[in-house]
């Protein structure tokens, strides 16, 4: 089998020559030192392209040190190319290797640690956990970070089967991206061992550490966390098998075998990471009320659409989660039971789809689904665009090609006919013709360069079913429009998602006075939510309105947690208001150290500090 090639300006990799077929890792996790150390294999397979011995195994790195390559027995030579934001290129001359022409694998071996900078590790020193006994580590690999915890082909393109063995200091318990296939002990500590044997691409690669404990959830699913806040997250994430089974019945079987959930550190830059076995989520997701799992609906359909059929680069990141997100907003429906819930989701994500391409500007090409990202970080082009408007398009799809029960068996067919590959936005089209042959005329009528190449808006403005919101509504217009002299009663029979459409209907109105936001706040009790997406609704409303007694709400909202949905536009919105500037700059060089350092190098960027 041979590996389709595309472009990738994110990787300095050359597949083209030998990919990527089996890694096997073997690490010590040093918290004394704050590295990985250790060795990687990659199991490489020979592509189309015949090497030569002038040629090289160019390999993604970032800060790593590489002590020794090897082919067997064979030390290779191997130079590190210039630095750049993505990182450096190891080449690794074949010049030693004989008879290199007739070679159908390669085994490559080589010896490393990682940077205590790395990019896509965060520490914690004992004291930062809620423990405060012991360290904690864990990893995002996405987009481009695997390449600083092992040299790899960096590339989504790019998918590949794993083995690990991880070595860590007693009594801390180490889960990754795999099965566990074993634990022993040795005299470092206890040495665990996994197994991935579905391919994934390097970003699904995963790795935590710390003090961790679990509870069974279901026949294949258990939530690890801090034992601190374990009871609360299996309350949270009781359903979740039964989530599991609502997918499958729209997209396939379940072919990962374990569906578990690790409450990560409030510092987690995202709702959720969709790793293989393993889903990493935010703890702001911890309502106590069940109201935020549908982040967990959307890792769940990762799972299919990301996972199993993966984008072949960055610029074509619509096709993992544009997809998700409608697979996540159906499965909302089924869940609830109504297809109503699925239209309120589609119009939540429309406003949000506006507002992120009013914060980018309509010109610009990162709010366009096919993004070029010629020397750009895909982190700076990282918004709700490819979920929102890539849902948009799929939405806009389904009405055209013969409404849900059609489309949804098209959903079936794209992940049967994709599953194990990689792929670009010209493959799901072609095949999208190739199952609608006969809608021809239909799909050649829709504006594929406006929806795909062109910045800004899609080009349809797409209609939902607003029953749910309109509920809301009239309440809405009585807020901003009337005197407030009490709470009404129909709130109160609000679900929590109505309660956020509230918030977000007054947020797009003109600002409100501060009286009027002294009364919400004293009949409604926003401030006092549980419900992380209300209280930053909740946030970002009194700071539009001005009123200063949000200030330390707001710091302490951005202090306490570091999900870039909620940080980033707080910080943005406390940088525009000359009142809190000065603050949020003082409150952000406070808490730097401490946070993720993705989160902190765009939230710089945002309040215009220099690095």
Known sequence: MTLKIYRDPSSASNPHLFYTKHVTIDWLIDFNRKVLSGYCILHLQANDTVAKPSDFIILDTRDINVKKVSFGDLELNFEFGDKNFAGQALKISLSNIVNLDSIKELNLKIEYETSPDASALQWFEPKTTLGKKYPYLFSQCQAIHARSILPCQDTPMVKFTYEASVTVQKPLTVLMSAVNTGKEETNEGFRYCFLQKIKIPSYLIAIVGG????????????????????????????????????????????????????????????????????????????????????????????????????????????????????????????????????????????RCLVEAVKDFGDKSPLTQLECPLDQVDPDDAFSSIPYEKGHSLLFYLEQLLGGVDVFNKYLRAHIERFKGLSIDTDDWKNFLYEYFNDKKEILDSVDWNAWLKSPGMPPITLKFDETLANQVKDLAEKLASEEIVRKENIFDEFSSDQKRELISQLLNKEPLSCSKIDLLNKYYKFGESQNSEILFRWIRLCIKAKWEPILQTALKFVTDQGRMKFTRPVYKDLYAWNFSRQAAIDNFLKQREFMHKTTASLVAKDLNISN
Not at 223 to 252: H, N, P, Y
Not at 293 to 306: K, N, Y
Not at 320 to 335: D, H
């Open 211 to 350: 003090d961790l404990v679990s509870r069974e959830l279901g026949p294949i699913s258990r939530v690890w966390t801090e034992r601190e806040m374990i009871e609360k997250c299996a309350w949270e994430f009781a359903d979740v098998d039964q989530m599991v089974k609502e997918a499958e019945s729209l997209a396939g079987e379940y072919v990962w075998g374990r569906y578990d959930i690790l409450v990560l550190p409030p510092t987690f830059p995202f709702g959720g990471m969709e790793n293989p076995c393993l889903t990493f989520v935010t703890p702001t997701l911890i309502a106590g009320d069940r109201s935020l799992v549908s982040v967990i609906q959307h890792e769940i359909a990762h799972s299919w659409t990301g996972n199993l059929v993966t984008n072949c680069s960055w610029e074509h990141f619509w096709l993992n989660e544009g997809f998700t997100k409608f697979l996540e907003n159906k499965l909302v429906g089924i869940n609830q039971k109504s297809e109503l819930y699925r239209q309120f989701e589609c119009i939540d994500g429309w």
